[in-house]
């Protein structure tokens, strides 16, 4: 039994000293690309593998050492469904889709904020897209009804496709004048909920990976997801106003739409009295999904933190504006791009789940 064991750990060492990339190279086989991000088991390469240890070691049919050759190498390209390439323009992400048959690509904006899916008007004609119903939206405090075309097709790269896509019509010629780039979309709850989706900031990409085997294997620690309505969500965080040297936890959105640090909803600033009434304060305009303007208040808070990370003395936005006043939002404020930008990011819906990595 001694003489086995010995036998099988040489045997074990021998086969891992065959099996990595430059070995593989060299047999003439093409690997797939793996993700650091989840493990799985099976595919193409496990056939790869076994061409080359039988090739090499006339791989012996004991049932133990086919064991140990297997355990002993691990890769997650069918996890990673998809990866495709993301353009910065400002600090908004924005990724090529294309709908039902159409092969001209589109350009979206990705926007966690956004709960629907939004086609611009023009680019709703261009397409011949359908119009056959109408819903109700709210964005920048208020409620408008919108044309609707039921039951599309979302393409993204070769293998992300998203069926029985309702997209909501809307002007969004402001964005395009605004970010001079053409936004013939906003895209957000409908692709976050059927992938776990990364956007890794550093290697300017969004990755896809199958939610049902995805198995994080990164260095941060999961983040558990609050809910919101419309499809939204959020994270605690932790931050010290101006007026208070205390630390205040709190329940802010994520919104990779948002070109921002943080803001902090009318309902919010009113609760914790975040506006100085004896000082002059500095105001910003600003504008939604629709063109509607807004007037709100530029301040700074001491500190925020979250997702192992701090900020000290960051610029915020404190709502004021009528039109800004949500009365039923669940959450108490907005993260913007400005520190989300700071992380690579992997979300995870199906386990209200978020990974905020720190870039590289």
């Known amino acids: 039994m001694e003489n086995l064991e010995r036998h099988l750990v040489s045997r074990k060492e021998r086969i891992n000293s065959l099996i990595n990339l430059r070995t593989i190279h060299n047999h003439g086989y093409n690997l797939p690309a793996c993700s650091p991000h989840e493990t799985s088991e099976g595919g193409p390469l496990w056939g790869i593998i076994a061409k080359i240890v039988a090739h090499n070691l006339k791989m012996t049919k004991n049932p133990l050492v086919l064991f140990l050759i297997f355990a002993s190498v691990h890769c997650t390209a069918q996890d990673l469904l998809e990866s495709v390439p993301i353009q910065f323009v400002e600090n908004y992400i924005f990724i090529e889709v294309t709908i039902n048959d159409t092969e001209k690509p589109l350009n979206f904006l990705f926007d966690t904020g956004a709960g629907i899916t939004v086609v611009d ?126 630390s205040l936890a709190f329940n802010f959105q994520i919104d990779t739409g948002a070109d921002n640090y943080l803001s902090f909803h009318n309902k919010t600033v009113q609760e914790y009295q975040l506006v100085d009434i004896n000082k002059k304060h500095k105001f910003k305009k600003g504008f939604g999904a629709d063109s509607t303007l807004s007037r709100n208040i530029r301040s700074k808070v001491n500190s925020v933190s979250f997702g192992s990370k701090k900020w000290k003395n960051i610029p915020v936005m404190l709502e004021v504006d009528p039109i800004n006043r949500r009365e039923k939002s669940l959450a108490d404020g907005l993260i913007g791009q400005r520190l989300l930008l700071d992380f690579n990011i992997i979300y995870n819906l199906e386990k209200r789940l978020v990974y905020l990595e720190k870039r590289k």
């Not at 496709?161 to 970010?179: A, E, G, P, Q």
């Not at 409908?190 to 992938?195: E, I």
């Open 121 to 246: 008007t023009k680019v709703a004609e261009q397409l011949s897209l359908d119009i056959n119903a109408q819903s109700k939206i709210s964005t920048s405090g208020k409620s408008l009804l919108s044309k609707e075309s039921i039951s599309n097709i979302v393409t993204i790269g070769k293998n992300i496709i998203l069926d029985s896509i309702n997209l909501v019509l809307m002007d969004l010629n402001h964005l395009t004048k605004y970010l001079n780039t053409n936004v013939d979309g906003v895209i957000g709850f409908d692709l976050l909920n059927k992938f776990v989706t990364e956007t890794n900031i550093d290697s300017k990409e969004m990755r896809f990976y199958d939610s049902m085997t995805f198995k994080y294997i990164g260095n941060s620690e999961p983040i558990q997801l609050t809910t919101l309505e419309s499809n939204l969500f959020g994270i605690l965080i932790n931050a010290v106003p101006k007026n208070t040297s205390e």
